[in-house]
């Protein structure tokens, strides 16, 4: 295999967030401790997160191109997913940036890691060979696991980081086991070649690609919490600083179903919609009804509003996963596909803001020790009006309420759905949504309608910085609700080159 | 028809002048305010007043059009926002306008005192915006928008003073009333769109519908008519609106709003041409309740009462026109009433004003002495309205009568399937009609007698005090304009001699309405008759209302109440139409919202839907939280079995 230079600029957006992360960590060996200078990291970090973020959108309308001998793509949905990945980092790296300095865990490590885990993210989404695959699998998970152990007070973050490296290695072996039988299968580690294989399997060599599907699908699942592989996500979510699990549940999710697409619809395409033995459609939609079902169900009982969120994290896996069933054939639906990358930005933008406003009521907590139970959130309106509306928002934007963002991306994919003829599972996706009501407006109910015994003011400095990110964050929200014509560069040209 | 793009100001600009009132109004200094919402309405005034010069004149064009967006696009219904100007409605911008500017001027000395004066005028412009969507909207839906914006109006200045229980219940009626009638319109806007596949104006307008759709939407449309201007069985509301600011009486509930049924019957008289049927029920339903409403106003003794049923009456008078077929004669008497039926409010609210919140007819008397001007433009507004030649409203009624006489559009109606023809049907409207002008005459001169002349019979701690120039002016301009508007309807030979003929409303008004059919009735009962019998009738009721109410004549009016005391009590407390709707409609509608509340909200809805979900997802929470233990082994586990799960449908 020869290296071609010019191949890099393909993987732009994944090389400048590289060297930003290199960067960040030689600024950190040239810093004097806990110095006043060090407070420009976060800007750093952000700045590199921008560029990234205008190059993928500067590349959008690009042809596609196969880049490192068919190791990785430049194509459409790569560039999206690139684009939302690297404006999470961004407004991540803000919200963080009080929230460790309050809490007296600010060092470089920290964004030069979020830098680097954003960068595996960005080529995950771009990889075409299984083995680059597991590679940028695992440049964003060790980064990730590293960033929820953060804050080495206390055991719930060792204890999260820990059950994550676990189970994640756990998944990993998994989908790794899945790709040495595709390579037995079909000679070679491109997702291409795969395909060739499942288009030659006759009844003898079938079963060795299919079980390949099977365990390449498994590890993606555990990814993106899929039931029964969610086990993980509360755990780790509630554990995690809470920075940090919004730009793993908007940054993981975002890479992991391009490229669980990438693979069903690239390596598994011909066999998608065919409900027959090993159609993955028919296995697509269990996984996402049951999904969405327990996301919601076990979403309802919880008093940790960050706890909920983890469950609504993986309700929203089950949509997701609605949009992926809906994709099935050998050219991927194209709402389909609109309405996967319109999802994740959408759902990117609300569930930052909501986790940011969690960290700003967790370093709060954080000297007591507390929980972010719900009674902590009376009495928000009287003494922040402005995170209480935007705190509003972000629930109504997740349950699904227009004129937000997540109606729009709601629409889409129910829609895609019934276009694709799984009227039942769409039906039964709008019945589980409209249950989520329920836990979503009682975060507004407590903010509105509980009045708060002491109502105590958010503590900390960057309350300019964090509330820069978090205004970002809604007017996304309603842009995208209220003008979701705005973003179709970004959802239509995702399709360029995908697929076959 | 000319295509222009500022027609939008008009109603845009009292909307702004809301906006501003409501939002800031309280933050703004009073004069500021006053000067939002007065000039935003004069200014208007003024758009409308050059729009009616272009389309008044006799070269230029007949209407003026502007299709300011498209609104919305659902299958085969597409909807603009378009206003239309022709003569007709272009008049009645200048009433609402020029009315609604005048009631502003006299309603800011009325709501000095008033805490909340902010957001009466923004209510105020509101209404003024609504309603001049209702009148320029080029179709039906359009003006369903301004239909309904009045309403709520009318509904939020009804309950302005929403703490008193009684004001703000007589708003709720308004608006449940209202809505009933609502229905009825929405309908007829389906029948219409389903006929035609279109609501605009235009388009009915040339159209031609078989008679059952026809007759269906006309019908609707009516309802929805009874509703908004108080007709039978619908009225009901009208005089509980009284509750209200007075100068929003005169505005909404006499010179406007109420008037827009009899409006919209004229704008789509194409097709009502074509249900003479439905027009006999708007013609009966008109006479009856000008009778009816008449009848009661003659026992009533709060002042603004009185004139509540005086309007649903003239209503009725308005009814009985377009219901005969002459939307020229409806929409004149609309006109000529908003003068002086504004009028008569504004001088009731002036008298309410000078004595302190009185409204009890036997508790004033005299004041004649105290307020001259209130006294005089009352007494001119009576003379109009009792029909006394030669103010405006003897020309407009008197045409009214008169056509109802002539008309022939029921000739081919049968009683019956199989009866006799209904040829007599305008000459018991033209009856009716006219024994309710006997009415109008006594109970209009009873109320100016019990006002201003005779003794002031009021408490001896209260003051009558003429008003400030800002609520007389208004009166002034008012009764003139109740004698000038008189050369609306004069008599074509005499029109002729004086050179007023172009401003004769048959004229004036020509090819915007369906022409009414040759009259053919009645031919040789000549003008000069029914003017004489209308003149006669006029006096009498004048003498009779000097005999019992007159100076020094107690005693001849106890002894007519002591004569019949079951009709007095019966007039006095609205014929019991409140106490039958209550035991037919409203109570068992009461008893079977507690069933539905009791049984099945609580019951069924609440008991196994709503907390029978909660419990269910509750039970499947508490299982499967058990796999969720914080094991990692457990986690683990589940990992491998989902797997197996996985790779066996796969292999499967």
């Known amino acids: 295999m020869n290296f071609n230079p010019n191949d890099l600029v393909g993987i732009l957006p994944a090389v400048i967030l590289t060297l930003g992360g290199c960067a960040l960590m030689t600024t950190e060996v040239f810093l004097r401790k806990d110095g006043p200078d060090r407070r420009y990291q976060p800007f750093l970090a952000a700045v590199f997160g921008l560029i990234a973020l205008y190059v993928s959108l500067s590349q959008l309308g690009d042809p596609s191109a196969t880049l490192f001998a068919g190791a990785a793509v430049a194509d459409g949905i790569g560039r999206s997913i690139s684009a939302v990945v690297s404006g999470t980092l961004v407004l991540s790296v803000l919200l963080a940036a009080g929230y460790l300095e309050t809490l007296s865990a600010s060092r470089g490590e920290f964004y030069a890691l979020a830098l680097f885990s954003a960068a595996g993210m960005c080529l995950l989404s771009q990889a075409t060979d299984l083995i680059v695959v597991f590679i940028a699998l695992e440049v964003m998970s060790l980064a990730v696991y590293s960033l929820t152990a953060w804050l080495r007070k206390g055991t719930k973050p060792a204890e999260a980081a820990f059950k994550y490296f676990v189970l994640g290695s756990f998944a990993s072996a998994i989908f790794l086991y899945g790709a040495a039988l595709a390579f037995g299968a079909a000679g070679s580690t491109r997702i291409a070649d795969l395909a060739l294989a499942v288009r030659n399997a006759n009844a003898g060599s079938s079963m060795l690609v299919y079980a390949a599907g099977a365990l390449l699908t498994v590890g993606f699942a555990f990814k993106v919490a899929a039931f029964p592989f969610h086990m993980w996500v509360p755990d780790v979510y509630d554990g995690a600083p809470a920075p940090v699990t919004g730009f793993m549940a908007a940054g993981v999710k975002a890479a992991a179903f391009a490229t669980l697409a990438r693979i069903l619809i690239g390596g598994f395409g011909d066999v998608g919609a065919s409900m027959g033995p090993h159609g993955w459609q028919s296995l697509i939609v269990l996984l996402a009804g049951a999904t969405m079902l327990v996301g919601n169900v076990l979403a309802v009982p919880q008093r940790s509003v960050k706890r909920m969120l983890a469950y609504s994290s993986i309700a929203h896996a089950g949509y997701l996963l609605v949009s992926i069933a809906a994709m099935a054939g050998s050219e991927p639906r194209q709402d389909a596909v609109f309405g996967l990358v319109f999802y994740l930005a959408s759902y990117a933008a609300t569930v930052i803001g909501a986790f940011g406003i969690v960290a700003l009521i967790e370093r709060k907590l954080a000297p007591t020790g507390a929980s972010d139970d719900l009674t902590t959130w009376g009495g928000l309106a009287q003494k922040h009006p402005l995170l209480a509306a935007a705190m509003s928002l972000f629930m109504l934007s997740l349950a699904g309420v227009p004129p937000t963002a997540g109606f729009m991306g709601k629409l889409g994919i129910f829609r895609a759905a019934i276009e694709a003829g799984l009227v039942p599972l769409a039906i039964f996706g709008v019945l589980t949504s409209a249950a989520g009501l329920y836990y979503y407006l009682r975060v507004v109910v407590y903010i509105y309608m509980v009045p708060s015994t002491k109502p105590e003011p958010v503590v900390g400095g960057r309350m300019l910085t964090a509330g820069v990110a978090l205004a970002a964050c809604a007017v996304l929200v309603i842009w995208m609700g209220v003008q979701p014509g705005a973003f179709a560069t970004l959802t239509q040209s995702s399709l360029a080159g995908f697929g076959k | ?652």
């Open chain 2, 1 to 652: 028809m000319l295509e222009v793009n500022w027609l939008h100001l008009i109603p845009l600009l009292p909307l702004c002048g809301a906006a501003i009132c409501g939002l800031v109004g309280n933050k703004l200094p009073k004069s500021w305010l006053y000067a939002v919402a007065l000039g935003s309405v004069f200014t208007a005034f003024m758009i409308g007043l050059s729009a009616f010069g272009l389309v008044s004149s006799e070269t230029g064009a007949s209407a003026l059009h502007e299709r300011v967006f498209e609104w919305f696009t659902a299958g085969k219904l597409h909807v603009d926002l378009g206003l239309t100007i022709d003569r007709v409605s272009g008049t009645l911008v200048l009433v609402i306008t020029g009315v609604g500017f005048l009631i502003h001027l006299y309603s800011v000395s009325y709501m000095d005192e008033d805490a909340a004066y902010w957001r009466y005028f923004a209510y105020l412009n509101l209404f003024v915006a609504a309603m001049l969507l209702l009148v320029l909207g080029d179709n039906l839906v359009a003006m369903f928008v301004g239909w309904e914006g009045v309403g709520l109006c009318s509904y939020l200045l009804i309950g302005f003073w929403f703490e008193d229980d009684a004001k703000a219940s007589a708003g709720r009626k308004a608006f449940i009333v209202n809505r009933i009638g609502d229905f009825g319109f929405l309908l007829g806007i389906f029948v219409i769109f389903s006929q035609l596949g279109s609501v605009s104006f235009a388009d009915i307008h040339g159209a031609t519908f078989a008679a059952v759709p026809a007759a269906l939407a006309a019908l609707f449309l009516f309802i929805g008519a009874t509703g908004k201007s108080a007709q039978l069985p619908l009225y009901i509301w009208l005089p509980d609106a009284m509750a209200g600011p007075t100068p929003v009486s005169a505005l909404i509930h006499a010179a406007t709003m109420v008037t827009a049924g009899v409006y919209m019957i004229a704008r789509l008289s194409h097709l009502y041409m074509q249900a003479p049927g439905v027009l006999a029920v708007v013609a009966i339903i008109g006479a009856l309740t000008a009778a009816w409403a008449a009848l009661i106003a003659t026992s009533q003794s709060d002042i603004k009462k009185v004139l509540a049923y005086s309007t649903v009456s003239q209503l009725g008078y308005m009814f009985i026109g377009v219901g005969v077929g002459s939307f020229v004669a409806g929409t004149q008497h609309l006109l000529t009433h908003a003068f002086f039926k504004a009028c008569l409010f504004l001088g009731s609210g002036a008298v309410i004003h000078g004595l302190h919140g009185e409204q009890d007819m036997r508790k004033m008397g005299g004041l004649k002495k105290y307020m001259p001007h209130t006294r005089w433009t009352f007494l001119i507004a009576t003379a109009a309205i009792t029909g006394t030649i030669p103010l405006s409203g003897f020309f407009s009624k008197d045409e009214i009568l008169g056509k109802a006489l002539q008309t022939s559009i029921f000739n081919s109606l049968r009683m019956w399937p199989g009866g006799p023809f209904m040829t007599q049907l305008g000459l018991v409207i033209y009856l009716l009609g006219s024994a309710t002008a006997l009415l109008t005459a006594i109970y209009m001169w009873r109320c100016y007698y019990l006002t201003f002349e005779g003794d002031y019979r009021g408490g001896p701690d209260v003051h009558p005090h003429e008003s400030h120039w800002f609520m007389t002016l208004p009166l002034w301009i008012l009764a003139l304009l109740s004698v000038v508007g008189l050369v609306l309807g004069l008599p074509e030979p005499i029109g002729e001699k004086l050179h007023l003929d172009w401003a004769s409303w048959e004229h004036f008004s020509l090819g915007v309405f369906a022409n009414p059919p040759i009259s053919n009735n009645h031919e040789s009962i000549p003008e000069w008759l029914t003017y004489g019998i209308a003149l006669l009738i006029g006096v009498v009721g004048w003498r009779l209302a000097v005999y019992w109410f007159g100076s020094g004549s107690e005693e001849r009016s106890n002894k007519l109440v002591a004569a019949f005391p079951r009709v007095h009590s019966a007039f006095e407390h609205k014929l019991y139409v409140d106490e039958f709707y209550n035991a037919v409609i409203v109570r068992p509608l009461w008893t079977g919202a507690r069933v539905l509340w009791r049984v099945v909200d609580v019951w069924i809805i609440d008991g196994l839907f709503i907390n029978g979900t909660a419990q269910s997802v509750a039970f499947i929470g508490s299982i499967a939280r058990r796999f969720q233990n914080g094991d990692v082994q457990r986690y683990a586990a589940m990992t491998a079995l989902g797997l197996a799960f996985l790779v066996y449908v796969f292999l499967r």
